[in-house]
């Protein structure tokens, strides 16, 4: 199971600005930003609910989410971003992280705009019911539209390798959670037969991600290299 911990040391009080847009445009030349983003799942994770955006740095179907503030915990800004971006209130617990991506963005919106930007992101997974999703309210400056869309779809679709990532790290973590229920809290009580099964999964799931990247030619430590052109992802390799 994959986890953000938070280690505060000493007395941290954060001091939140706004800054400048000239300003914030050398800050983005200078540092990595931190983001928490959030995949929505459904409640049995079979489909996830994305935005198609129209701004820099993805002008395309993403994740909801957001920059960190100073001291957040990732789960805190999460909360905050699914605030911001859906209008929705939800308890920071209810977010399950899955992973943590190192992004690299040849564009950016700010200008000048091919400075690009770079950003490592925690990302998270919340399952939310109809009646949620039903009142999420997206802005429209930002997104051209939203939809759910099959896991399948997704995997096997024209979308960012980042969407597919975290779809395969939904079903590694669901793996490894019915792992963990058939050990059991005091142990296999011969129930070894449902235990080798939930392994097995565990094993295929983590074969799955990894034969992801391989079949587009990238070892499991490669950066993944991609192009939006024409409305298609091209894949390169980094030399």
């Known amino acids: 199971m994959q986890r953000a911990p938070q280690f505060i040391t000493g007395e941290f009080t954060p001091h939140y600005c706004f800054l400048p847009d ?9 540092i990595v930003k931190a983001c928490s983003d959030v995949l929505i799942c459904s409640s049995d994770s079979s489909k996830v609910f994305l935005g198609r955006r129209k701004v820099e740095p993805q002008p395309d179907w993403w994740y909801i989410g ?21 209008g929705l209130d939800l308890p920071p617990s209810r977010f399950e992280v899955v992973g943590n991506y190192s ?76 792992l963990r229920a058939a050990v059991g809290a005091e142990g296999c009580d011969g129930n070894d037969a449902a235990v080798a099964t939930a392994a097995r999964a565990v094993v295929e799931e983590a074969d799955a991600r990894n034969g992801a990247a391989a079949r587009l030619g990238f070892g499991p430590d490669d ?5 939006f052109v024409g409305g298609k992802y091209v894949y390169r390799k980094v030399s």
């Open 22 to 30: 000239e300003e914030y445009s050398r800050a983005l030349d200078s």
């Open 223 to 227: 950066p993944v290299a991609v192009s």
């Open 66 to 86: 957001g920059r960190a503030k100073p001291g957040e915990r990732p789960e805190d800004a999460a909360a905050r971003n699914v605030r911001r971006e859906l």
């Open 103 to 178: 992004f690299v963005w040849q564009f950016r919106e700010q200008p000048p705009q091919g400075n690009g930007t770079a950003d490592l992101s925690t990302i998270h997974r919340i399952a939310l019911d109809d009646e949620e999703a039903a009142s999420a309210a997206f802005d429209t400056a930002e997104y051209h539209e939203t939809r759910w869309w099959g896991t399948d779809a997704v995997l096997a679709g024209e979308f960012h390798p980042a969407l597919k990532r975290a779809i395969r790290d939904v079903r590694a973590a669901d793996a490894f959670r019915k």
